[in-house]
């Protein structure tokens, strides 16, 4: 059924910058909303951005507003997690996910990537 990559991962030093792509195929979404989740070794999946995929509304968690940016492109059903000022605490595995609902809690999304590694390094 529905399908969603992640890519973009890789090692950067504290204070670089990626970029992590989430595409979707088998299924149109653009009524859905779509979120960014991390997960450290451990640790809880925690919520990191989400939109409305029509409107382009978007949620931030507190940890990363002003660094990070979601976004999206329609034609090509893909979704974006720009990444700047990169911390150590920011290591983790990142996931993308689909769901009805803009929120921050992993439940209430239905579909799921299967992360792509960041590494911060100090």
């Known amino acids: 059924q529905v399908q969603l990559v992640e890519s973009g991962g890789g090692l950067v030093q504290t204070g670089g910058s990626l970029r992590l792509s989430c595409a979707a195929s088998?299924?149109?979404?653009?009524?859905?909303?779509m979120g960014w989740f991390r997960q450290a070794p451990g640790k809880e999946r925690d919520f990191v951005a989400a939109m409305r995929w029509s409107v382009g509304s978007t949620y931030y968690a507190d940890s990363v507003k002003g660094r990070f940016t979601i976004s999206r492109d329609n034609a090509k059903n893909a979704v974006y997690l720009q990444m700047n000022s990169l911390k150590p605490e920011d290591t983790a595995v990142y996931y993308c996910?689909?769901?009805?609902?803009?929120?921050?809690?992993?439940?209430?999304?239905?579909?799921w990537g299967q992360g792509t590694q960041v590494t911060v390094s100090s």
């Open positions: 088998g299924r149109t979404f653009n009524n859905y909303a």
């Open positions: 996910a689909a769901g009805i609902y803009m929120s921050s809690a992993p439940h209430s999304y239905d579909y």
